[in-house]
């Protein structure tokens, strides 16, 4: 056994988690931590220009690719920037490891300078935290960290390091056998008996419906998935998501639910007789009013790693914890078994009904030779991208465009904020998706609110050469609270308005990146091929100039029943 | 409907404030909370009175359990079981009040544990409906502190709460 300062500690179980990147931005309490990362080569760490997008670069780095995102923070104002960042992973469950510096533990309590109570503040939005008050304890608890990120319902996990703490020295031992933990234990095979009652369900079910959330992403499950989906022979929704678990082109795929989600996916979840929900959670985005939801006489079936999301919104009928990929194997194989003897009912009526309800063509929208529409962009967007690139969003309008008319193909492949719904995370996911999946096409739908929020990671972009394409479908409006302020607050757009807005063409320009401003639809298509074909190597930022009016349909009004649709302004 | 909830969790700094937190976030409410380690002094058992429906007591628990410090949950409430609270009460006891009040701890079974020639202070143990009787069986006016525990419980007969 070696003896280790605590910086060097925290650089070794890193390196022992097969950690290969680092979001950051360095800070006093972090000092000795930043001096052991300079003398090591296990990891490349990327400097940052503002703690949030550490964080949010981490979250996507694991979003895309499932391994742990890890970033480090100083104290005080370190930590309090990274706020946003951990609360947005900790809605979708995203595994991180966090670590923030902390003021020495003798000064802890006397309000030092940059001290704040980061297990305090943090408490409600990470799965776990941990303040490290003996270096001792420091490889431990670091372990203990990546275990719990990872395992269960993923989640965001903090460690809080003194400075003395990184500075101490203790004996380093690596790690002897798996972390057990007694008061942690999650359960990832369904109870069997549960599963079987499932199955007893589904074999009646003449109008079986699939509701799959981020927990298939989660789990890895998009295989085992689309097995189940083609024997049941169900229509399959994927919520925001889950887009990509149910390839877009799949014929049994009706599209999102929800608030903008289509009309068939909404009916068919309203009037189905056995819905299959999993890795969901029946959010309030996804089934509107929960009274309205439950009017309908139907049966639930639930699978989630999380007991506490089943039955939380909705009363469900047939419960299962556990993780999803083994428990839809398991399903899988006692369905298949079951329906050789005893065949199911036949869903063709079902479908039927399903096909009518996508007869409404409710995505369609009315194209324009004069002015761009946002969702042309992205279906060009598609197009030009062969459906195959990484698509990080930001939130609003543009969100809901991407998510509708992007089909796409695979999971992990959408990356967004779905539970926080935090603004200004597009850029940084982008870099973080580039991190873990260099070589990709990677494409930043956002507004010209949302790509403010987070605009100084043009800087790190240049830095580390991350090229992403910036898609800012701007409007000049903020336009999600536009479209609200028309349909619910008589037209009167209070500060929704974006005035004074840079020139983002030399804007890009001045951090070294290629802008490109287009106003017309025909030439939508040709810059979109230039960036991703005669500038792959470049950020391109695309800042195209759309219908100032454009609202997303359908939609549901927040409150109302899913069945309660609006399809267009025609039904205001 | 009221339910007791017993809780054993890892006696680690901040256990009890994320219990805490998670009832104030969720907006749960807790009318009484307890905790002390237990025998093995790295466990800490942790009792809660709260109320609401089924559907809320079941989230509770749900949640409780999801805390990483907490190794096991219990809702006591639904079998035989034992609630406790310690109450110490300290009232007015001058002239012909002095004997009324000593015969009310009596008959409570209360124990008068100091005593100065205008106060006695009772030391009354109970679920939360006897010390509630005693202090309305006592003159209001006489009442010059009341100190309560909140409850503490356990399962009756073979049921416990241990790894």
């Keep these: ?572 | 409907m009221k339910h007791v909830i017993s809780v054993l969790m890892e006696n680690e700094p901040g256990a009890l404030s994320r219990v805490v937190g998670l009832f104030s976030a969720r907006g749960y409410n807790i009318e009484t909370l307890t905790v002390a380690p237990t025998e093995d002094s790295t466990l800490s058992r942790l009792t809660l009175i709260t109320a609401g429906p089924d559907e809320v007591i079941e989230q509770i628990t749900k949640h409780l359990n999801r805390l990483v410090d907490v190794v096991k949950v219990v809702d006591l409430t639904e079998g035989p079981h034992i609630e406790r609270e310690l109450m110490l009460i300290k009232v007015r006891a001058v002239g012909k009040e002095r004997e009324e009040v000593k015969r009310t701890a009596d008959i409570f079974r209360g124990r008068i544990i100091d005593v100065t020639d205008k106060t006695y202070t009772i030391e009354l143990t109970g679920d939360q409906g006897k010390n509630q009787a005693f202090i309305e069986a006592l003159d209001r006016s006489a009442i010059l502190e009341t100190v309560r525990t909140g409850v503490s419980g356990i399962g009756r007969g073979e049921r416990i709460l241990k790894i």
């Design chain 1, 1 to 572: 056994m070696q003896d280790l300062n605590g910086a060097d500690i925290v650089v070794r179980c890193l390196a022992e988690e097969g950690v290969e990147h680092v979001f950051g931005y360095p800070g006093g309490a972090v000092l000795y931590i930043y001096d052991a990362i300079y003398k090591q080569e296990k990891f490349k760490h990327i400097l940052v220009r503002h703690e949030q997008a550490a964080v949010h670069a981490a979250d996507a780095y694991s979003r895309s690719s499932d391994k742990v995102g890890v970033c480090i923070v100083t104290s005080g104002p370190g930590l309090t920037n990274a706020v946003t960042g951990i609360a947005t992973a900790y809605m979708d469950s995203i595994p991180m490891v966090i670590i923030s510096g902390q003021v020495p533990t003798a000064a802890i309590g006397e309000d030092a300078f940059q001290e704040c109570d980061t297990v305090g503040i943090t408490r409600p939005c990470v799965k776990h935290n941990f303040l490290v008050r003996d270096v001792k304890d420091l490889a431990e608890t670091m372990r203990r960290a990546f275990y719990i990120a990872r395992t269960g319902r993923p989640g965001p996990v903090l460690v809080d390091i003194p400075k003395d703490v990184s500075f101490n020295t203790c004996k380093y031992a690596p790690p002897k056998s798996e972390i057990s933990m007694r008061s942690y234990a999650p359960v990832n095979r369904g109870h069997q008996g549960q599963i079987k009652k499932a199955v007893q369900m589904l074999l009646t079910a003449e109008r079986p419906m699939i509701y799959a959330g981020g927990g298939v992403v989660l789990s890895n499950a998009a295989a085992e998935l689309r097995k189940l989906t083609d024997l049941l022979d169900a229509p399959v929704t994927n919520t925001l998501m889950a887009l990509g678990s149910t390839s877009g082109d799949d014929p049994r795929f009706v599209g999102m639910p929800g608030m903008h989600g289509t009309y068939e996916a909404n009916m068919a979840m309203q009037h189905c007789d056995v819905l299959l929900a999993i890795g969901a959670r029946f959010d309030d985005r996804v089934i509107g009013n929960p009274k309205h939801f439950a009017q309908n006489a139907r049966k639930i079936i639930h699978i989630d790693i999380d007991p506490s999301s089943i039955s939380k919104r909705v009363r469900v009928d047939v419960p299962i914890v556990g993780n999803v990929k083994d428990v839809i194997q398991d399903l899988c194989a006692l369905y298949e078994a079951a329906s050789a003897e005893n065949k199911p009912p036949s869903t063709r009526a079902w479908w039927d009904q399903v096909n009518t309800w996508r007869g409404k063509e409710c995505l369609k929208y009315a194209n324009s030779n004069e002015v761009i529409k946002p969702q042309f962009v992205v279906e060009k967007l598609w197009e030009v991208t062969g459906g195959n690139a990484f698509v990080t969003s930001d939130v609003g309008q543009h969100q809901m465009w991407a998510a509708q008319y992007y089909k796409f193909g695979a999971p992990r492949r959408w990356i967004n904020s779905g539970g926080l719904g935090t603004m200004g995370v597009g850029l940084p996911y982008a870099m973080g998706v580039q991190m873990a999946n260099p070589g990709s096409d990677i494409a930043v739908i956002t507004g010209e609110g949302s790509i403010q929020m987070n605009i100084q990671e043009l800087s790190t972009c240049q830095q580390y050469h991350f090229t992403p394409k910036i898609v800012c479908l701007n409007n000049r409006f903020l336009g999600m609270v536009r479209q609200w302020q028309e349909i619910d607050y008589g037209s009167r757009y209070s500060e929704s308005y974006m005035d004074s807005l840079p020139d983002f063409v030399k804007v890009a320009e001045a951090y070294g990146h290629v802008g490109l401003r287009i106003d017309k639809p025909a030439d939508v298509e040709p810059a979109l091929r230039e960036a991703f074909k005669k500038h792959k190597d470049r950020l391109v930022f695309l800042d195209f100039i759309t219908d100032r009016t454009e609202n997303v349909w359908p939609m549901v009004k927040a409150g109302r029943g899913l069945t309660e649709m609006l399809l267009g302004s025609e039904d205001l």
